[in-house]
């Protein structure tokens, strides 16, 4: 892992994501605002990893890495570190089913929009939390 400036990129692309998040959420498009949010917490996550040279798999949920790797965080984001994995695995879970679907479940009947404000804020926690710790 050599190109720590990637972890600046990943942060300032979460911003823009965040505004994106706002449009959807003002087209009541719940499941897109529940999936993109999802986006933007893994983005803010393995910016974080990142910038602290702690590597990662190509997956989608990292709570296990960052709790395996705490003592290489900041103290900042260790004291929400149990918060951050939560929303990071909640957000997985819903990646998939708010994207796609199932047979017996229409994201847009399904997802409501306290669904997508829960989401939406979570997002913006993850990436508040992490802008704190790279300048």
């Known amino acids: 892992m050599k190109n720590i400036d990637l972890a600046s990129d990943y942060i300032k692309?979460?911003?823009?994501?965040?505004?994106?998040?706002?449009?959807l959420h003002e087209q009541k498009s719940w499941p897109d605002v529940v999936r993109e949010s999802?986006?933007?917490?893994?983005?803010?996550?393995?910016?974080?990893l990142r910038k602290y040279g702690i590597e990662f798999p190509r997956i989608?949920?990292?709570?296990?890495?960052?709790?395996?790797?705490a003592s290489f965080l900041p103290k900042d984001i260790q004291k929400d570190l149990d918060k951050l994995c939560l929303i990071s695995k909640?957000?997985?879970?819903?990646?998939?089913?708010?994207f796609y679907g199932a047979e017996d479940l229409t994201p847009l009947e399904f997802y409501s929009e306290d669904d997508a404000k829960k989401a939406m804020n979570d997002a913006k926690f993850v990436v508040d939390s992490v802008k704190a710790v790279i300048p």
Do not use: F, M, N, P
Not at 13 to 23: D, E, F, P, V, Y
Not at 38 to 48: F, P
């Open 13 to 23: 692309r979460c911003g823009a994501r965040l505004l994106a998040l706002k449009t």
């Open 38 to 48: 999802q986006e933007v917490v893994e983005l803010a996550l393995k910016a974080l």
């Open 60 to 69: 989608h949920d990292v709570s296990s890495i960052l709790k395996e790797k």
């Open 90 to 98: 909640s957000a997985r879970r819903d990646r998939e089913i708010a």
